[in-house]
């Protein structure tokens, strides 16, 4: 790994000259700088961008904390992130909290330690006095606060257009998937379902997830035909669930659209390379991530009437579970 100390030696200059030259901190004469960079281009050299910033007291890190990378969601809205913030040249420290609270504070307390100019969170756990004790911007992504700028889809509308879509192609004993109590975005979803079911002249049952994670999944979907039999339209907590349920009710020899129909939330790309292919709520999960980064970059910088709270618009998806009109 090429130091600072090997750029000193190429360029025939001190350390110090070198850190002067990076940092534009105090004098260097035009050849020296010439030199300098000469031998940084020479050797490749990429200077520790946490030392920098703890040197200059100017950071160009942000911190990015999702809960569950093992979601190919979140990794869909962290691409956005970094895209948006590497076009504008900031870099990114990715936490990965598991929704353990104490995993979150402990990342939370590393972006500090790093010297991160801004924080980007994807948290369950504002009330935590760590986020009222932060003296950092910060924006939640797919999160949804009054106290907080934020960056999140519609998931009302999302619920509403998930369950329209059932009973439009005859479905008549609907299972909801209730998303875990702890996320807002599930809530809303779920709110926004009830609303278009309970309008309908349809029967509906709900039962209760406390996660979206791949272990539990197939847990849920075997449940879901156990206490329900015969229901013939699912609007699946998130795409993981769905494709779950798609696996569990071929295993227990039900068609699929004909006897019962299923839509998933997210849109990730797994839920187009299911069989059959999953119809789904889609969520811009990328561009989310963008204007994240975006909403972010404007509060560090302290501009002027900034839109604090993005709502993003979600769409139906269709593909092979639900039936052609």
């Known amino acids: 790994m090429v130091t600072i100390k090997d750029v000193a030696r190429e360029a025939g200059v001190s350390v110090a000259t070198v850190s002067r030259a990076l940092n534009d901190n105090g004098y260097v004469g035009v050849d020296t700088r010439k030199k300098v960079m000469a031998a940084i281009e020479k050797l490749n050299y990429s200077?520790?961008?946490?030392?920098?910033?703890?040197?200059?007291?100017?950071?160009?890190?942000?911190?990015?904390?999702?809960?569950?990378?093992?979601?190919?969601?979140?990794p869909q809205l962290a691409r956005g992130v970094e895209d948006e913030l590497?076009?504008?040249?900031?870099?990114?420290?990715?936490?990965?909290?598991?929704?353990?609270?104490?995993?979150?504070?402990?990342?939370?307390?590393?972006?500090?330690q790093n010297n991160v100019t801004g924080i980007i969170s994807a948290t369950n756990h504002l009330d935590d006095q760590i986020y009222n004790e932060l003296k950092l911007p910060l924006?939640?992504?797919?999160?949804?606060?009054?106290?907080?700028?934020?960056?999140?889809?519609?998931?009302?509308?999302?619920?509403?257009?998930?369950?329209?879509?059932?009973?439009e192609k005859g479905a008549k004993r609907i299972t909801l998937m209730k998303g875990p109590a702890h996320v807002r975005p599930a809530q809303d979803?779920?709110?926004?379902a009830i609303e278009e079911l309970s309008h309908a002249d349809i029967d509906?049952?709900?039962?209760?997830?406390?996660?979206?994670?791949?272990?539990?999944?197939?847990?849920?979907?075997?449940?879901?035909?156990?206490?329900?039999?015969?229901?013939?339209?699912?609007?699946?907590?998130?795409?993981?669930?769905?494709?779950?349920?798609i696996h569990e009710a071929l295993k227990i020899g039900k068609q699929i659209p004909e006897d019962v129909q299923i839509i998933g939330y997210d849109d990730i790309p797994q839920s187009g390379l299911s069989y059959p292919t999953l119809s789904t709520i889609r969520q811009p999960a990328y561009d989310m991530g963008r204007q994240a980064a975006q909403l972010l970059i404007k509060l560090i910088k302290k501009e002027q009437h900034i839109e604090c709270k993005i709502q993003m618009p979600v769409e139906l998806v269709e593909r092979n579970t639900t039936r052609k009109k």
């Open 204 to 245: 509906f049952s709900v039962l209760s997830t406390t996660s979206y994670s791949f272990e539990e999944a197939l847990g849920w979907a075997k449940e879901l035909f156990e206490q329900f039999p015969d229901t013939d339209g699912v609007i699946a907590s998130n795409d993981i669930v769905g494709i779950a349920i």
């Open 139 to 167: 924006v939640l992504l797919d999160r949804i606060s009054e106290d907080y700028p934020a960056v999140y889809s519609d998931g009302r509308e999302g619920g509403r257009l998930a369950a329209r879509t059932l009973i």
């Open 86 to 112: 590497s076009r504008a040249g900031f870099r990114l420290l990715l936490g990965n909290s598991d929704e353990n609270v104490e995993k979150e504070m402990e990342y939370i307390q590393t972006f500090v």
């Open 47 to 74: 200077p520790n961008e946490v030392a920098r910033s703890l040197y200059k007291r100017k950071s160009r890190l942000i911190g990015l904390l999702l809960p569950d990378i093992t979601n190919p969601f979140f």
């Open 189 to 192: 979803r779920f709110q926004g």
